[in-house]
Structures are given as C-alpha cells and as structure tokens.
C-alpha cells in the first residue's frame, strides 16, 4: 500500500520504530540509520531470540522489514551519504527522536534538509514538543502520563495513581506519528509542500480526557480517584475471583449492569437511576463478594453467552493463543537472518484487499551498510576506506 515511500528512520527505543515498523508492514521501504557508537538499548533488551543472546525479541519486533545502515553521524562523511540518500534514491520521509537541536547539530535538522529536498517530510517525535518550557526536559511514559493530567485520576482513593505495565504515551505517540506521516504525504501531492510534523507524547495524551478530563475544563470541578464512571465511581472495574484471578465489567449501560447483576443474582439491588457513592461502596462490595465465591473459569463459561460486558483478564500467552487473537492473526511467525522464525505481534491495522508483509525480522547492526554504499556509487575501495576510518563503527 505505500510502496515507493522511502523513509529514513533515526529512532530508538519504543515510540520512532514502532511507527516506522508500521510503514514498513504496509510496503514502505525503510533504512534504520543506527549509531555504531550509542547502541539502541532494544538491542540488548532480553529476552533474546537465540541462545547465545545476540538478537533481542524487542528489536527484532521493532526493526523487521527495516535495512539496517551503521554510521557515526558525527563523522564528516555521513552528512554527504544522507544527502544522496535524499537527493539520488528519494528517502522523502525522515523520522528522528532525538531532543530538539540535536538533529540541527548535526547539519540533519528540518530546515537543512529542506534546503536539499523542500518536499521533505520531516517527522521528530519527542516528550514535549518542539517548543514550550519543557521541551529539552528528559523523560518517559510515566511523566508524559503525569505532566498530561491523565494520572490525576487513574487509579484508587487508596493508592493513587495505578501504574500502567504498558508505555501507553510512547504508543499513542507512535500512532500519531504514522497520522502525522500519511496526511502530509496526502497534503504535499496537493501543495508540492514539504512538512515538518512535530510529535510531542505528552500532547498525545491529552485526547484521552475526552470522556472523563473534560470536567477539568468545563466545570468548577476536578476529576479525582474513585468519582466517576471509569475510575471507581460505578461497578465498572476488576473483581478477583476464588483463584486469584480477575474478571473485568465494563458494563456502562443500565442493559448490561441488569443482565451482570442478575447472573449474580443480585438483580434486586438496582432498581433504576442514578447510585450515589455510598451504594455504588456497597453493592461494589457484595459484587466482589459473590465473584470471590468462584474460579475464572466458572465465571468465563457462565459469562460467555451473557451481553453483559464481562470478560476474563487473561495473562499475556492466553491472550496471544485466545480465539480473537488467533482468528484476527494477530500474532505472526517473521523469518530470522540466522534461520528459523520469530512470532511477533502482526500490524494492527485490518485492509481489505492486503495483507502486510513480514519479510524478515530486525536484523543486525550495519548488516545492509555496503549495498547502501555501492547502490550510491562508491566503490568496495571506498568502503573499505570509510569502515578503516571508523565511520560503521564495530561491524557484526
């Protein structure tokens, strides 16, 4: 589907590669330009695929489909193998995640790229924006979560914040980057224009006060722990069962709270309105109280043919193997270099019409260095001369 899009891709860690995996899944050919000096943590992030731990899972995941190019950008010669990139093979598309400036520093900012290609596509995706006070600040998810206000009101009365155990600001950043990508593609076939698409995590959270936050904003009141709807403020919520297990009820709606309450039989607890918050305490607790009554798996089969929003929270390998996960393909086998084959979550997007490739997963550093080279005319003599002046860095 994107077939003759060419990005360049300068990110690490989480939220750069997986958009840029997601390009790629959909046809676009992407160069992963990787520093042979700072190495990407992914790539030493267990678990590993191989036994003698030199391929990570998380890097083969974030980096399949990708061609890998090692270069030290600080080194002179770099600069002049990214321009011919841009100039002779058309890499229209360059995605970095480097703190504002940095890029700049390197003669690889937004506006010294423009001057080579002005239809570039630029994409920087950061914690806080390319402008603001907090911009240069250091950070991750837990305080783009923070900063954003969305933790203001995640969690219990007891404990507070809830932690997460998945990078939600780091996804919804990468989603928004692939957004960001695509409508300007769509808008430079329009305008002939070139974009410089700014992504900051921390705005990416913002949204997500659509249902809950708004109060924030239009009335003289503050959202907090265990007051509204999502939060603890209704029956919605996790309920442990007699094995140490949880069953999660997301029924909103007054049809799905009856049919819950009455496989419960506890139908005679609501008789319609609205529940204030000392009954929404007391029948909160007698729902736990008859859930504890019985395993997951009794709760899953009375459960399974009742519209009523309920579902087990399965751990992460009964959620790979479920039904849904399996008839969606959402788990998919990608080819090693070394041989054999990695599973890995599949793109998360649906087509009719196409179907993503998976040609082989993230590979080792450099591997693609001397066909990049020879592909913009220099000569194995020239390779040899650049690698001898350490601008591959360590070769594997």
């Known amino acids: 589907m994107l077939k003759g899009l060419k990005v360049l891709d300068f990110s690490y ?7 840029t995996v997601m390009l790629a899944d959909m046809g676009a050919d992407v160069l992963k330009v990787e520093s042979p000096v700072k190495i990407d943590i992914v790539r030493l992030t267990p678990p590993f695929v191989d036994k003698n731990s030199t391929v990570s899972y998380l890097h083969a995941y974030l980096n399949r489909n990708k061609r890998s190019l090692s270069l030290d950008l600080k080194k002179p010669t770099a600069l002049t193998i990214i321009h011919k990139l841009i100039i002779e093979q058309g890499f229209d598309v360059i995605v970095e995640q480097f703190r504002p400036g940095v890029m700049a520093k390197l003669g690889l900012g937004y506006e010294d790229l423009k001057k080579i290609r002005p239809d570039i596509i630029y994409c920087s995706i950061t914690g806080y924006g390319q402008s603001g006070p907090f911009k240069n600040r250091a950070g991750h998810d837990i305080n783009y979560l923070s900063l954003s206000g ?73 959202p907090c722990f265990g007051t509204d709807i999502l939060n603890g403020g209704s029956l919605y919520g996790f309920y442990e069962t007699s094995d140490g297990r949880y069953l999660s009820f997301g ?12 496989e419960l ?27 504890r009554k019985e395993p997951l798996a009794c709760w899953k089969e009375r459960f399974e043919k009742i519209d009523a929003c309920v579902e087990p929270v399965l751990t992460v390998s009964e959620a790979f193997s479920n039904p849904h996960a399996k008839e969606r393909g959402l788990i998919v086998d990608v080819p090693q270099n070394s041989g054999g084959k990695c599973p890995q979550p599949a793109l998360s997007v649906k087509f009719s019409g196409f179907e993503a490739q998976y040609k082989w997963a993230g590979c080792e550093l450099g591997r693609d260095n001397e066909s990049v080279l020879e592909s913009l005319g220099f000569s194995k003599k020239d390779i040899k001369e650049l690698r001898a002046l350490g601008l591959f860095g360590i070769e594997t």
Do not use: W
């Open 251 to 262: 029924g909103i709606e007054p049809q799905f709270l009856a049919a819950f309450l009455k």
């Open 150 to 222: 969305v933790m203001g009101y995640s969690g219990n009365k007891k404990t507070g914040p809830a932690l997460m155990g998945v990078q939600v600001a780091d996804v919804t950043g990468s989603h928004a980057a692939v957004i960001g990508i695509l409508s300007a593609i769509i808008d430079r076939r329009n305008s002939g224009k070139g974009r410089h698409v700014d992504i900051s995590m921390t705005d990416c959270m913002f949204p997500f006060h659509a249902v809950t936050g708004l109060k924030g904003l239009y009335e003289d009141k503050e």
């Open 13 to 19: 860690l989480l939220p750069g590669p997986l958009a």
């Open 265 to 291: 039989g506890l139908d005679g607890l609501i008789t319609g309105g609205i529940m204030t918050e000392s009954e929404v305490e007391e029948i909160r607790k007698k729902v736990a109280d008859e859930i």
